[in-house]
């Protein structure tokens, strides 16, 4: 039933016109959420009372199948049924060789580096157009729900999702026709269901415990000011409650002397022995024991049980939070909360596991398997500015730049700007007649490009043939709201431009980052010496080429013992660069300016002072 809200001191009625749904794309469930009289709520199916859309898509003759009715077919039509599509979310099919067994669809084999195809029956769908189904069955439950069209979304991803996951999800909402305002990374909605970091002056470390159907993370977040950063993140992406359901059924299998290859050999009964077994794990996160009689057999569970045989997967979970704490350089008693999400924290086994690292500090009231879509809800509402609390900022993990002369890193934006952001610097060529220009981007926090991440690269093609030094090439970095970085450059003289849309296909995981923000420390004064040498050398060189054309331009006024001057003293520069030597190189450009600054002034040219403090050169 729709809800008409009514604004009390201005006596009339608030049309929701803008309203924006969070949604939740999970692995194995999705949802929908929206925030009603204030508080965030799950769209309910229509037919089970139940928020939860298991991301299963069936494919038959061209009719498409979402949810618990595909879930089914998993029994009855494995072949044209697939799930676990977002493990393939913005990959390639050389990423996903090594998973290949984990699935039991096929993908198409021709490029190996073109984005992924799955196959169902005669056709081939990416991940993103089998994801775009599944979007499109929430945004439909939520039109039914509340009456009117839906048409703007927020969509959760986990953190440590890179460019092109995100934009592939994005694309997936553009495709089921939603206008994707926002992705949020997964703890950060969770904690925005508990309303973490919504107020001012908010400062705190704290856990996200998330372990789903197949796959577990641990996201360690500092929160300030409705700033959300991911202090670190570890998990195993084969590693959730898919593992729970195959140890009780291989424990079946091996009490009752099954033939396990040929059970599972058989797809239609292998999924239907493994959806017994996740059954009765449910069954056991709130009873003692369970049975039930599956063809011939009867099979049998009790908790003690069942705890036994998860035992080894919870703690892999808790190895990876002792890793995730180390990659933080944390102690348990450093956070603040845990927060519990996915639908595998409702086993009291796993439950017990976190209290006892982290203490009774667990935050569970939520439904786990809602939270996060729930806090999607939360940011939507802000977005739609009906909620006035903090906008939610995410921050850049490391610095971006372009390569100058020499291979050096110039850093345009930052690490830890806050995102969307903006900013630009003037650049300029090294040689003469340039005429294309080629920008390349990187990540990192070293001083030379080659120990960064390369993202990308673009030529500026035809400026005007001109002096080196003399064009003006702005760049420009635009990080939107999502972290999706696009680079302008633009010649000022003569207006040729260029951009790009910066999508790295590889993303860094949060190990990498870190690694790469400690070799940055470890290597800083090795970096700085390199650095300055490089300096020197692309000075020196470009005061050589500014001398020679200052005495071309200026031949018919100076006198022959200054020419000869001028061109020994850059001929000692020229020579001292291949050495190395950065203090031999720095002298012998300060004896040339000096030399050459009272001939520069007396010419009234500028042309070789503009050399020597011009912008730098690309
Ligand atoms: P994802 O984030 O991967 O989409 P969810 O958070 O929805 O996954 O979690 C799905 C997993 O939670 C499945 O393995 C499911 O069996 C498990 N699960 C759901 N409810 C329960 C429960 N009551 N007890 C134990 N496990 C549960
Ligand atoms: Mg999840």
């Given at each position: 039933m729709a809800k008409v809200q009514i604004n009390m001191k201005e006596g009339r009625a608030v049309h929701d016109e803008n309203l924006i749904v969070g949604i939740d794309l999970g692995t194995t469930n999705s949802l929908v959420a929206y925030i009603l009289d204030g508080q965030p709520v799950t769209v309910k199916t229509n037919d089970r009372e139940e928020a939860l859309v298991p991301s299963i898509i069936s494919i038959e003759e061209g009719q498409v199948l979402v949810g618990e009715a595909a879930k089914q077919r998993l029994v009855s039509n494995p072949?044209?049924?697939?799930?676990?599509?977002?493990?393939?979310?913005?990959?390639?099919?050389?990423?996903?060789?090594?998973?290949?067994?984990?699935?039991?669809?096929?993908?198409?084999?021709?490029?190996?580096?073109?984005?992924?195809?799955i196959r169902i029956g005669e056709n081939y769908f990416t991940p993103i157009e089998l994801s775009a189904e599944i979007l499109k069955q929430l945004k439909s439950l939520a039109e039914n729900h509340l009456k009117k069209n839906v048409t703007q979304a927020v969509i959760t991803v986990p953190a440590y999702f890179n460019d092109a996951q995100r934009q592939a999800t994005r694309d997936a909402g553009r495709l089921a026709g939603l206008d994707v305002l926002r992705i949020i990374n997964e703890p950060t909605a969770a904690s925005m269901a508990y309303g973490l970091g919504l107020q001012e002056g908010s400062n705190e470390i704290i856990a996200v415990y998330d372990l789903g159907g197949g796959t577990?993370?641990?996201?360690?977040?500092?929160?300030?000011?409705?700033?959300?950063?991911?202090?670190?993140?570890?998990?195993?992406?084969?590693?959730?409650?898919?593992?729970?359901?195959?140890?009780?059924?291989?424990?079946?299998?091996?009490?009752?002397?099954?033939?396990?290859?040929?059970?599972?050999?058989?797809?239609?009964?292998?999924?239907?022995?493994?959806?017994?077994?996740?059954?009765?794990?449910?069954?056991?996160?709130?009873?003692?024991?369970?049975?039930?009689?599956?063809?011939?057999?009867?099979?049998?569970?009790?908790?003690?049980?069942?705890?036994?045989?998860?035992?080894?997967?919870?703690?892999?979970?808790?190895?990876?939070?002792?890793?995730?704490?180390?990659?933080?350089?944390?102690?348990?008693?450093?956070?603040?909360k845990v927060i519990m999400v996915g639908g595998s924290t409702r086993v009291p086994a796993v439950t017990k596991a976190v209290k006892d690292l982290f203490g009774d500090k667990l935050y569970d009231k939520l439904n786990p398997?809602?939270?996060?879509?729930?806090?999607?809800?939360?940011?939507?509402?802000?977005?739609?500015?009906?909620?006035?609390?903090?906008?939610?900022?995410?921050?850049?993990?490391?610095?971006?730049?372009?390569?100058?002369?020499?291979?050096?890193?110039?850093?345009?934006?930052?690490?830890?700007?806050?995102?969307?952001?903006?900013?630009?610097?003037?650049?300029?060529?090294?040689?003469?007649?340039?005429?294309?220009?080629?920008?390349?981007?990187?990540?990192?926090?070293?001083?030379?490009?080659?120990?960064?991440?390369?993202?990308?690269?673009?030529?500026?093609?035809?400026?005007?043939?001109?002096?080196?030094?003399?064009?003006?090439?702005?760049?420009?970095?635009?990080?939107?709201?999502?972290?999706?970085?696009t680079v302008r450059a633009k010649e000022l003289r003569s207006g040729v431009h260029s951009e790009i849309e910066v999508r790295s296909q590889y993303g860094l995981s949060e190990e990498e980052m870190a690694r790469m923000l400690l070799e940055s420390v470890k290597y800083a004064r090795q970096d700085m010496q390199a650095k300055a040498l490089q300096e020197a050398i692309n000075e020196g060189?470009?005061?050589?080429?500014?001398?020679?054309?200052?005495?071309?331009?200026?031949?018919?006024?100076?006198?022959?013992?200054?020419?000869?001057?001028?061109?020994?003293?850059?001929?000692?520069?020229?020579?001292?660069?291949?050495?190395?030597?950065?203090?031999?190189?720095?002298?012998?450009?300060?004896?040339?300016?000096?030399?050459?600054?009272?001939?520069?002034?007396?010419?009234?040219?500028?042309?070789?002072?503009?050399?020597?403090?011009?912008?730098?050169?690309?």
């Open positions: 072949g044209q049924t697939v799930y676990s599509v977002k493990r393939l979310m913005g990959k390639s099919l050389n990423d996903v060789l090594h998973i290949q067994p984990y699935f039991s669809y096929d993908l198409k084999r021709d490029d190996p580096d073109a984005l992924v195809r577990f993370d641990l996201s360690i977040l500092h929160i300030q000011d409705g700033v959300f950063e991911v202090l670190s993140t570890h998990g195993d992406t084969f590693l959730g409650g898919d593992d729970f359901d195959r140890a009780i059924m291989e424990y079946w299998i091996d009490r009752h002397g099954m033939d396990k290859e040929a059970l599972l050999a058989d797809k239609s009964r292998g999924q239907s022995l493994r959806l017994l077994a996740e059954q009765s794990k449910k069954h056991l996160s709130l009873h003692e024991s369970f049975s039930a009689v599956w063809n011939e057999y009867e099979f049998t569970l009790t908790r003690p049980e069942m705890e036994k045989l998860i035992d080894p997967i919870i703690q892999r979970t808790i190895q990876s939070c002792h890793q995730a704490l180390r990659d933080a350089g944390l102690n348990p008693g450093d956070l603040s398997d809602e939270v996060v879509a729930l806090g999607a809800a939360v940011q939507a509402n802000i977005l739609s500015g009906k909620d006035q609390r903090f906008l939610l900022i995410d921050v850049t993990p490391l610095s971006l730049g372009i390569e100058t002369m020499g291979g050096l890193m110039d850093v345009i934006i930052p690490r830890n700007s806050k995102i969307p952001s903006k900013a630009g610097r003037q650049y300029t060529t090294s040689v003469d007649g340039q005429v294309n220009l080629k920008i390349s981007i990187y990540q990192g926090e070293r001083e030379l490009v080659s120990h960064n991440r390369k993202l990308g690269e673009f030529i500026l093609r035809n400026i005007p043939p001109m002096p080196a030094g003399l064009p003006k090439i702005e760049i420009q970095f635009l990080i939107n709201a999502d972290g999706i970085l060189k470009s005061i050589i080429l500014a001398t020679e054309r200052f005495i071309l331009q200026n031949e018919a006024h100076l006198s022959r013992e200054e020419t000869d001057a001028l061109r020994e003293k850059s001929k000692y520069i020229d020579e001292m660069i291949p050495t190395g030597d950065k203090d031999r190189i720095i002298q012998g450009i300060e004896d040339l300016n000096q030399y050459s600054a009272p001939i520069a002034h007396r010419m009234l040219d500028l042309n070789i002072g503009q050399a020597l403090q011009g912008t730098k050169a690309i």
